[in-house]
């Protein structure tokens, strides 16, 4: 039971905050909207293990050494052929496992996994079986893949991998192009939910939606988080045109939960929503965050969702673009329990909301690793996400000089990445990680010296140079003069720092 349950619409003053908020609407959205249906209601766990467990044994290390080099061999995720042949394959021959079990699947620009653990936290606290498959991984490509909240083990990682090779074998022989390391990963992850078996699978797509090799699940709810550009040469130019891409997940008669979008990319989707009559809930109309405020290690949340409102929810991550994901995430957990349609009259428990949103983990963002001085690690790796990181920043720390440690990969929008950061940055450390993908160290000085000037940017080719000089820059304010390090760029970037920080 709620503490409060609501009976009716939101009042004319009561969302008058939500719906200013929302993103300028175009009038031809009308259009859109008078043939789609809106989720309104109509009538009213323990903590994540984030740390990867390790090999027990020497030979298990081994072993799981050779699965990665076998997945190393194939395409990398940066190389695609748009088509959705070889998955459909290699569904078939396994005997359709992601059929066994419904989904909530995830595209947007940023913040995927955020929310993805978020929705995967929630189901959890309400004694679901769940599945949880994300990218990239932080640490360990056994992250990926997740079960009951946790990720798999080392021995069960090989062991599918093992289960489902020789099918992947057969697939690579009647296709003109081998499987790639993703699309194998994604095998592996529905194969794994459906041994397991979960009751609910949470699935993060990789690029895009249309093509993207999770795109052969049907999701019940399709969730879009906030679409910015990023893979321009790949999905398209503008928010309109990636919007295109990523309407793909939302099928036929599925629940669409939609973040604030750019108004091109919100046309496009409201469009697909439209053409595959999928119910939408859109965060700024159906769903929303009412208020917020800064608490101590997050923020305290009143957040509206389709079946009312859920007051006094403590998230213990920083940052408006995180309350959003939290409303997007409520949003979601509530259309697949039915909630706002005909078929829930209530919202969900309050209580469980709370416990759940309280134990939320998302590594990588915004995640504190180490006092005096602070050192954070965040996982922005395009302008619109180091936006969202330097805007939290400034509002939940309280740095008088932060440093920063910046190692992209080349296919990024670099510029604007470190435009993003400039105003919050005293000085920037400039470095790279070990991907090959990684920017060379002295093209990214050059870009960085045009953007900070020469005197604010120190080059490190390597991290853990480039992190000893951050917090030596940072030590030399003063215990007590509020300085700091912020480790951004890429999600491998993090997940080495992280590394050398001892945080396991």
Do not use: C
Not at 141 to 146: A, H, L, P, Y
Not at 484 to 496: D, F, K, M
């Amino acid at each position: 039971m709620s503490e409060r349950p609501r009976n009716d619409a939101p009042g004319p003053d009561e969302f008058d905050e939500i719906v200013a908020n929302e993103t300028e609407r175009d009038p031809d959205l009308a259009v859109i909207e008078a043939g789609s249906r809106t989720l309104r209601a109509q009538v009213p766990p323990t903590p994540q293990d984030d740390a990867p467990a390790g090999p027990r044994t020497p030979e298990e290390a081994q072993a799981l050494r050779e699965v990665e080099a076998e997945l190393a061999g194939r395409w990398p995720e940066t190389k695609l052929e748009p088509s959705l042949d070889r998955m459909t394959a290699l569904m078939d021959i396994l005997g359709q496992p992601q059929h066994s079990y419904p989904s909530i699947h995830i595209t947007g620009t940023n913040g995927k996994t955020s929310t993805a653990r978020m929705i995967e936290t929630l189901l959890r606290a309400f004694e679901l079986r769940t599945g949880r498959y994300t990218s990239p991984h932080v640490q360990s490509v056994t992250e990926r893949i997740s079960l009951d909240g946790a990720p798999i083990s080392v021995e069960r990682f090989i062991a599918t991998y093992q289960d489902i090779k020789p099918y992947v074998e057969m697939v690579d022989g009647s296709q003109p192009h081998r499987m790639s390391f993703f699309e194998v990963l994604t095998g592996m992850a529905y194969a794994a939910f459906a041994d397991a078996p979960v009751d609910v699978a949470v699935v993060e797509v990789g690029m895009g939606g249309s093509w993207d090799a999770t795109n052969v699940v049907d999701g019940s709810v399709a969730v879009v988080t906030p679409i910015a550009l990023d893979h321009t040469d790949r999905l398209g130019g503008t928010p309109g045109e990636i919007a295109g891409e990523k309407a793909g997940i939302i099928k036929k008669d599925a629940t669409a939960v939609l973040a604030q979008q750019p108004v091109d990319a919100a046309q496009v989707l409201l469009k697909r929503a439209v053409e595959v009559d999928a119910t939408v809930a859109r965060e700024g109309m159906e769903f929303g965050v009412t208020s917020r405020e800064v608490a101590v290690g997050g923020q305290m949340l009143t957040l509206r969702g389709l079946g009312g409102e859920y007051e006094q929810v403590f998230l213990p991550l920083h940052g408006a673009h995180q309350a959003h994901n939290a409303a997007v995430a409520l949003a979601a957990v509530e259309a697949f329990f039915g909630v706002g349609s005909t078929r829930a009259a209530r919202p969900l428990d309050i209580d469980t909301v709370r416990g759940a949103f309280a134990s939320v983990t998302s590594p990588g963002r915004l995640e504190v690793v180490r006092r005096s001085p602070t050192v954070v690690l965040d996982a922005a790796h395009n302008p619109a996400g180091a936006q969202a990181t330097a805007e939290a920043v400034q509002e939940a720390f309280g740095f008088t000089h932060l440093v920063g440690v910046i190692g992209p990969s080349a296919d990024k929008d670099v510029r604007g990445l470190l435009e993003a950061f400039e105003p919050i940055f005293a000085e920037v450390v400039v470095t790279r990680n070990s991907s090959h993908r990684s920017m060379d160290v002295d093209e990214l000085a050059a870009i960085a010296v045009e953007v900070f000037g020469s005197e604010r940017v120190q080059v490190e080719p390597r991290l853990d140079d480039a992190l000893e000089a951050a917090i030596t820059l940072a030590e030399e304010e003063g215990e007590y003069a509020g300085a700091g390090v912020l480790v951004a760029g890429s999600v491998i970037t993090v997940g080495e720092a992280r590394l050398l920080l001892g945080r396991k």
